[in-house]
């Protein structure tokens, strides 16, 4: 039997519902407001925290909350059709409890964008009076897609009962439904951000030329839709298995424990699969903004900003080494994994270099003696390490080892019965060593090329690493069908501070997303829209990184106070109905399997 | 006594985000601020001081040294050393001031062999040089190896004008804030219905205390000039303010007036 709704979630449907209404009759006000704006002050001050961070503040929970609420259901809706086609009860489980967690972020994410729409027409009138005056014909298609979402998320989410059986194939078209009505607010929304970064289709004085589709579609709009989409995906993976693990901490059950036990892995697995591309999509998006403006890249990656990608290797680094440390503790609860746990030494030290060459400032922060003594700010051995060259080559050598490390997890507890399985596993270490060696040679080859054709050579790194994954798993899946168990996967015996890990995750990955907040609207520096309107208010000087450090860890902390209250309430309905699905020992999915004995 | 799980969670997220928060405070901490606008335009200025002017532009607002560096060879644009007695060579029939001039407004008219056609036009958004400053930059790239002869009438009139169009932000009202003060209290009787700062207490109109936190210069001014053109604050009523002020005050009270709501921050 599936979980009942709860008042308390009709609830929150009433208030997502009156949001809705509320946000699309202040869309369609908007003109008139922007009429207005435009005879009204340019600015007007906040009270005691200014304009700046309190729109700072609100665009940033806003956006943590939309990424979770588009991500989250991109995976549910797999889940569901995992479970739908292969009968397994507890993959429906598992999307209806991530769709609840959404369902119960949706009316604080609605309400939050609602927020920061008043404070951008109270205290930036002029700005949204010409971001107004581009986009106007977007903010109906806006309107109407956020209808459309609202109602298919409702009939998704309490349809889940009503649309099963032979009716199931509705409920899962509602599920992708509602996934496309997402994934196109997002582009619409990022069409409004990309263009004050990259601003196309308009005259020298600013003015809308032709089409506002030019506008949309300027230099950096796709590739931050894909890799908003991506991270989106990551950071709701990372959230919902932060979830299962505070939940596996607090289980009273062994029961309770395997389930949450799977579910956090499942988050965890999505994350990780999302991540692996993720940095493509960053390479992708940094070349767009050199092709629109060569000084804003170089400002973003030599300026004032550099240092700021030091920080982002770190938690990216963190990223990488607590995603494998989960699975390399996920590994101690399969039988049979002993045989591959010789490896993960080495696995960890390339993880470890990968991360110390990734986090080499190019500039030391020295005294002028010691800038003597090394003849300038570049230390004359790690300073070579501080380049594109070396990082590019250190990220790509880490992703080859995450997904190797997920594929010894994979086979943890099956031995193939192909006749072919030697060499197939001989294809597929060919296959890593390649993808090594073609990165670490055009690494390499890196520093005796001007920078115009090393930035070349990261497409070709990128290649490697994901044909090597490609080939990998086309050999992989069919040479362990069938494959021999050595064991169950014991769901519930990991240690707890794998638990940790999950959380380490979703902190680093929520804190990385208002780094990354920061650093793209931050190479705009003095400006609303880059080169066309200018910031002239008090607030137009782009602080340094200490500062924007606190601002984004003082959101990030009332993310999660929201997020654990949402759930918590969430929680509540919960109690009474916990057993609602079955649970037996949780399977796995892509990796984690149970085969057929 | 064991601690609530959420409570561990909670200690132990808050130590990582310390930890992230802590060392983005320990690194170099750089801002970036909006340029300010030079104006040299009717001032006496000698060589020196234009080239000192445009060495400071070089580094900041003309953002040049992040693609050109001096007496080192880029990889991205040439290295301008020896700029100066180098530039007279590059085009037939362009003198020195000519060629640098030309670089600046429409690099693309001539891309020196071996480098991407990369560089933006100085004068127009986002760096957004004037005329001035154009002039000030030409005379320090002369400066390196060659002779400082340009002059402002060598920039084109229409060099900049893009730059005043989009730059709001920065610029100095001539007048004297303290006789401004005496215009909003008395000639302007502007107390009667607006409060700043220690002056004024009637809540007829906003409130200005603040308001060159809020407002820009040109705002105000219009705001003096046409109060109805230039609309009414939300939340007063309409047509309050009276619109003879344009003509009532002298151009020196009026620029006095506006130095002096400049101050009001």
Known sequence: MAPVATSWTRQSAGVLLFSALVAVALLGALPVEAQDAAKEPAYRSFPLIGSRLAVWAVAQLHLNFAAFILGVPIFAVIIEIIGWRTGEERYDWLSHELVKLTFAAFSTTALLGALLLFLFVGYYPRFWAYMTSIFYPTYGVYALLFFAETFTVYLWYYGWNWLRGSRKWIHVGLGILSNLFGTAILFVANSWVTFMMSPAGITESGALQGSVWAAINNFTWMPINIHRLIANIVFGGTIAAAYAAFRFLGAKTDEERARYDWMGYIGNFIALAAFIVLPFAGYWLGREIYAYNQTMGITMMGGFMSWLWIIQAILIGILFIGSNYYLWLGMERIPGSERYRKYVPYLLMILAAGFIVWATPRSMVVTLDEARVMGGTHHPVLGFLGVMSAKNTAVNLMILTTFLSFVLYRRANRISAKPWATTGMALQWLAFAVAAAVVTFYGVYGYFVESIVRIGFSVYQVLAVLGAIVVVMAIDIPMFKGARSTGTIRWGTIAPRSQYVLILLAVTFTWLMGLMGFARSGIRQHWHVYGVLRDSSVDAVTPALGYAANMITAVTIAFFALVMFIFWLGGLGEKGAAEGHGHAPAPAIAGGSDPPA | ?265
């Open chain 2, 1 to 265: 006594m064991r601690l609530p799980v959420g409570v561990k969670v909670a200690v132990f997220s808050l130590v990582v985000m310390g930890a992230y928060t802590y060392y983005a405070n320990s690194i170099p901490q750089i801002e970036s601020k909006p340029p300010q606008e030079l104006s040299l335009e009717g001032g006496n200025v000698t060589p020196a001081q234009l080239v000192k002017a445009g060495e400071e532009i070089y580094k900041t607002k003309g953002t040049c040294e992040i693609c050109h560096k001096i007496g080192e060879k880029g990889t991205r644009a040439p290295d301008l050393a020896g700029i100066g007695a180098r530039a007279g060579k590059m085009k037939p029939g362009m003198s020195a001031k000519q060629y640098i001039i030309e670089s600046l407004i429409n690099p693309n008219a001539f891309v020196v062999e071996g480098y991407p056609p990369i560089m933006p036009a100085v004068d127009k958004p986002p760096i957004a040089l004037n005329r001035s400053e154009l002039w000030a930059l030409t005379a320090f790239l002369e400066s390196l190896g060659g002779t400082v002869d340009v002059t402002l009438n060598d920039i084109p009139a229409t060099a900049g004008a893009a730059a005043s169009a989009a730059a709001v932000a920065e610029f100095k009202i001539p007048g004297d804030p303290k006789a401004g003060e005496a215009v909003f209290a008395g000639k302007g009787a502007c107390i009667a219905c607006h409060k700043a700062g220690k002056l004024g207490a009637s809540p007829v109109g906003p409130d200005l205390s603040q308001i060159a936190k809020i407002q820009t210069p040109d705002y105000i001014m219009k705001k003096i000039l046409d109060p109805a053109g230039a609309g009414t604050v939300a939340g007063y009523p309409k047509g309050m303010m009276p619109p003879t002020l344009g003509q009532t005050l002298t151009a020196r009270e009026f620029t006095d007036l506006v130095a002096f709501l400049q101050t009001l921050k």
